[in-house]
């Protein structure tokens, strides 16, 4: 595999900082490994983990060949929204894991897109979570954009970095709102105490911003138009849980009973627009709404 070479764009950050910012989707754990193994240099050197960047530093990135792995193509359908040499944008149903994880070997979007782009995906993650570039929540449905070229991934990793990855996303929160639109600031990290969760930490979280527009008002709920500047993990829901209007459906950050009709949190991911690697031309893709969401919003207007 071509090796990788990356800039540093800051002085004074830990290399591990480095490289998991630049390539997102590459946990810092991940990261550490492939400094141990040797696979990060500079100036034709190994790097160590606790080595911090300085003005100038080209650090080459040298990914391990694939290896075979048990995650196995499954033909699993795909409402695939957009497609070419480069990218594919899903339409991701509720209830689908993005990645192979613990609980969750196979079934996942990786399984079915392994089976329909057989070997065209990026390399980058890794051989668990081939072509990854963002992710959604499993009960979140929507788009999701995946890289079928460590070329095409760097490309896109770049654009969620600089935030020219453009996410809308449509949910309903609970409670009303007084303004029409509004935005979140608050910089998100791992939940002190429950790992599975996400929490604002003003301290020691990573910058997270939420625009927010009113689309409808109903009794006691919300409907809203989310727009991400950044993509921390459970950004939306941990945003409107922090200003007092959890997602309706949210067990994890808000009320703990589920919402009948729903899976998990009432929140669609609705609007990608990025540029196209190879072309420079800026795309934008959308999908409509799901039944499910619609089944609630008709719900709601009737109750109100």
Known sequence: MTPLTLRADRVGERVDQF????????????AQKLLEEGAVTLKGLPVKKNYKTAEGDELVLSLPDPVEVDVVPQDIPLDVVYEDGDVIVIN??????VHPAAGHPDGTLVNALLYHCGKSL???????????????????????????SDFAHLALAEQLQDHSLYREYEAVAVGG??????????????????????????????????????????????????????GRTHQIRVHMAHIGHPLLGDTVYGSKKPYPGLAGQ??????L???HPRTGERMTVECPLPDWFEAVLDKLRRMS
């Open 122 to 148: 990026s390399g980058i993650n890794g051989e668990l979570r081939p072509g990854i570039v963002h992710r959604i929540d499993r009960d979140t449905s929507g788009l999701i954009i995946a890289a079928k």
């Open 177 to 230: 709102f007084k303004e029409d639109e509004g935005t979140v600031r608050a910089p998100i990290a791992r939940h002190p105490t429950d790992r599975k969760k996400m929490a604002v930490n003003f301290l020691q979280g990573r910058e997270a911003v939420t625009h927010y527009t009113v689309l409808e008002r109903f009794s006691g709920c919300t409907h809203l138009q989310c727009r991400l500047e950044t």
């Open 266 to 271: 009432c929140l669609h991911a609705r609007r």
């Open 273 to 275: 627009s990025f540029v």
């Open 92 to 97: 991701k149903p509720v209830g689908m894991v």
């Open 19 to 30: 490289l998991s910012r630049q390539l997102p989707q590459l946990s810092r754990s991940a």
